[in-house]
C-alpha cells in the first residue's frame, strides 16, 4: 500500500498581505504577485486559479497544485421581510455558524455582522448562542470567509462605489477578543485595500470586556470598538455578563480610555446595552448608566432584549425603551435605539446558534435546566 505523502494546499482566503507575500516568494516568485492574487480573491470573488489571467500558466499551474481558495459552504440563504440576509455556514469539522447582512439608508449601507468563534466561550444570561455552549475559534479563512461568501453573493463586480458590504461589525458568534489570532489577521483584511479596502471607523469589534486583549488590539488596529456593558453596577453585570467577574466595570472602562487615546484620530467608544425588562431598564438604572460614563467620548447603543425559549427574560414594551432613551438624552448623552432587524429569521441580536458540537456541556445542562424546571 501506498502512502498518500502530499502536503496539504494552503488556502490563500485568509491569508494577509504580508503573509501573502512571503508565500510567493517561498515560491521563488516576486512580492507584487500577492498584491494580484488578493485582488482576484477579494476584489472578484474567485477562486480559481486559472481564470487568473495575468499570471503566468506557469504559476496558475503550481499555484492549483499547492494552493486553494476555499471559503464557508454555504447550507442557508435566507432573507428577511426587512431586507435583512441570513447565511448559515458549515465550516470544518460540519460545525455551522452565521453571518447576516442588514440594510440601512435605502440600501447604501450594508452592515455585515461576524461570527468568531463556533458557539461562544462566554455565557451572557441574555444571549442565546451563549446557551449552545462553545465548540472551537474560528480560523482567519473562516472568519473573512463569511466576508468572501456574503460579497459573493451579489454578483456583481466589487469596487469603490459598489460595495455589497460596507461595514463589519464583529458581533455575530462568539467573543472575538477570546480568537484575537484569526480575528485581527482577518481584520486586516477588511481594512487592506487589495481586500476589502474598509475604513477603520467602518471595522467594528464588539467584546464582553476582556480586558488584557483590548490593550494588545490597541497596539495592532485601531478599529472602531464596541463594548457589551448591559449594566452599571458590577452586582448585576456580574448576573448578565459573567466575565465581569474577572474583569469589573471600572478596569473595562480604563481599558476602553487605553484603547481611545492610541486612536491616531478622534473615535468614539459604542456602549451596548440590552434592555430588559424590570432588570436594567428603569430609570434608576439610566441615571446610574449616565454617571458611570461620565464625560466618556461614547454612544450608547440600546437593544431591545430579543426573546428566546426558557430565558427568563422579557422584552420591554416600545414606550419604556423610549423612555429609557429620553432620560439618557436628559442627562447629555447620545442613545440611539437598535432596531430590531431579522427576527423574522432567527437573525436579530442575541439569536444565533447556528450548529455546535458542545464540548463545554453548556448546552446539555442548559437543556436539563428547563426540563427540570418544567416538573
Keep these: 500500500m501506498t502512502l498518500d505523502t502530499a502536503m496539504p494546499r494552503t488556502n490563500l482566503l485568509g491569508l494577509t498581505r ?203 488596529l485601531d478599529v472602531s470598538l464596541a463594548v457589551s456593558l448591559h449594566a452599571a453596577n458590577d452586582e448585576l453585570r456580574n448576573e448578565l455578563v459573567p466575565l465581569n467577574r474577572k474583569y469589573d466595570i471600572a478596569t473595562l472602562l480604563d481599558a476602553c480610555r487605553r484603547y481611545l487615546a492610541k486612536c491616531d484620530d478622534t473615535r468614539m467608544l459604542t456602549i451596548e446595552y440590552t434592555l430588559i425588562k424590570d432588570v436594567n431598564d428603569q430609570q434608576r438604572h439610566a441615571q446610574e448608566l449616565a454617571t458611570l460614563l461620565g464625560d466618556l467620548p461614547c454612544k450608547i447603543n440600546l437593544i431591545p432584549f430579543n426573546p428566546f425559549p426558557h430565558s427568563g427574560y422579557e422584552k420591554p414594551s416600545r414606550n419604556q425603551v423610549m423612555r429609557f432613551q429620553q432620560w439618557l438624552e436628559e442627562l447629555g448623552h447620545t442613545a440611539p435605539v437598535r432596531m430590531t432587524r431579522g427576527d423574522d429569521i432567527d437573525a436579530a441580536c442575541g439569536q444565533l446558534v447556528g450548529r455546535v458540537k458542545d464540548r463545554t456541556k453548556r448546552h446539555e445542562r442548559y437543556i436539563q435546566s428547563i426540563q427540570l424546571d418544567a416538573d
Excluded at 79 to 108: C, F, H, N, Q
Excluded at 189 to 195: F, T
Design 18 to 220: 504580508e503573509e501573502m507575500e512571503a508565500f510567493f516568494v517561498s515560491l521563488g516568485e516576486k512580492k507584487f504577485r500577492a498584491a494580484q492574487v488578493m485582488k482576484w480573491i477579494h476584489h472578484e470573488g474567485c477562486d480559481d486559479f486559472e481564470s487568473m489571467t495575468n499570471l503566468s500558466k506557469a504559476l496558475r499551474t503550481r499555484l492549483e497544485e499547492l494552493a486553494e481558495v476555499r471559503g464557508p459552504r454555504v447550507v442557508y440563504e435566507g432573507a428577511s421581510e426587512d431586507g435583512t440576509r441570513k447565511w448559515v455556514l458549515e465550516v470544518e469539522d460540519g460545525s455551522y455558524v452565521e453571518t447576516v447582512l442588514i440594510p440601512a439608508e435605502g440600501g447604501k449601507r450594508r452592515t455585515l455582522c461576524v461570527s468568531s468563534q463556533v458557539g461562544c466561550s462566554l455565557d451572557c444570561s441574555f444571549c442565546s448562542t451563549g446557551k449552545q455552549g462553545f465548540q472551537r475559534n474560528l480560523t482567519s479563512a473562516e472568519v473573512i470567509g463569511q466576508v468572501w461568501v456574503a460579497s459573493n453573493s451579489f454578483g456583481a463586480r466589487r469596487d469603490s462605489t459598489n460595495r455589497p458590504v460596507t461595514n463589519v461589525v464583529m458581533m455575530g458568534m462568539g467573543e472575538p477578543l477570546m480568537n484575537y489570532n484569526a480575528v485581527v489577521p482577518a481584520m486586516k483584511l477588511m481594512l487592506d485595500d487589495n481586500g476589502y479596502g474598509l475604513s477603520k471607523r467602518r471595522v467594528t469589534l464588539s467584546t464582553s470586556g476582556v480586558v488584557p486583549m483590548i490593550d494588545k488590539l490597541g497596539d495592532e
